[in-house]
């Protein structure tokens, strides 16, 4: 199985890879997400170490059981031949009603199909007010080409 864009990456195709990732997380499907990696991807997200898309599959299917609302903004922070680092923020809402923003990097390695074989992820989450919130867009659709970025909302 093939997932364009494929290494080795350049700026423009690293952006597509990013958003690419950034759609498909935000429809909160666990099997769609997990098609985007390898067989046997390796996995660090915070203190928890994954390997294998059933692993990855479980882990976002309670993920997303309980943090509500959901929505996430990735940005590309840099690129190589077979690598991609991006930061990101999601805002979501805990069953009792908290709202969260999560800020995190990401390190991206990725085969020659394109599928990610590495993900490391780095996330700290803030609890914040619902008025301070900043990612508004229909959650049945990808974020509008109009929705600022990361950058353009100073986060």
Same mark, same amino acid.
């Given at each position: 199985?093939?997932?364009?864009?494929?290494?080795?990456?350049?700026?423009?195709?690293? $952006?597509? +890879?990013? =958003?690419?990732?950034?759609?498909?997380? &935000?429809?909160?499907?666990?099997? =769609?997400?997990?098609?985007?990696?390898?067989?046997?991807?390796?996995?660090? @997200?915070?203190?928890?170490? !994954?390997?294998?898309?059933?692993?990855?599959?479980?882990? !976002?299917?309670? +993920?997303?059981?309980?943090?509500?609302?959901?929505?996430?903004?990735?940005?590309?922070?840099?690129?190589?031949?077979? =690598?991609?680092?991006?930061?990101?923020?999601?805002?979501?809402?805990?069953?009792?009603?908290?709202?969260?923003?999560?800020?995190? &990097?990401? @390190?991206?390695?990725?085969?020659?199909?394109? #599928?990610?074989?590495?993900?490391?992820?780095?996330? @700290?989450?803030?609890? $914040?007010?619902?008025?301070? =919130?900043?990612?508004?867009?229909?959650?049945?659709?990808?974020?509008?080409?109009?929705?600022?970025? !990361?950058?353009?909302?100073? #986060?």
């Amino acid at each position: 199985m093939t997932k364009p864009p494929v290494p080795p990456f350049t700026r423009d195709s690293a $952006i597509e +890879k990013v =958003r690419l990732a950034e759609d498909a997380w &935000n429809t909160r499907d666990p099997e =769609r997400v997990a098609l985007a990696y390898t067989q046997d991807s390796r996995w660090r @997200n915070r203190s928890t170490f !994954l390997q294998g898309r059933a692993q990855i599959v479980d882990f !976002l299917r309670a +993920k997303w059981e309980r943090e509500h609302e959901y929505r996430l903004i990735k940005e590309l922070w840099a690129h190589g031949s077979d =690598r991609i680092a991006v930061r990101f923020a999601y805002e979501w809402r805990s069953a009792a009603g908290q709202w969260f923003r999560a800020y995190g &990097n990401e @390190n991206w390695r990725f085969d020659d199909e394109g #599928l990610m074989a590495e993900r490391h992820a780095s996330i @700290n989450d803030v609890a $914040i007010d619902e008025s301070e =919130r900043r990612f508004f867009w229909d959650r049945s659709a990808p974020r509008p080409a109009e929705h600022p970025g !990361l950058s353009e909302l100073g #986060l």
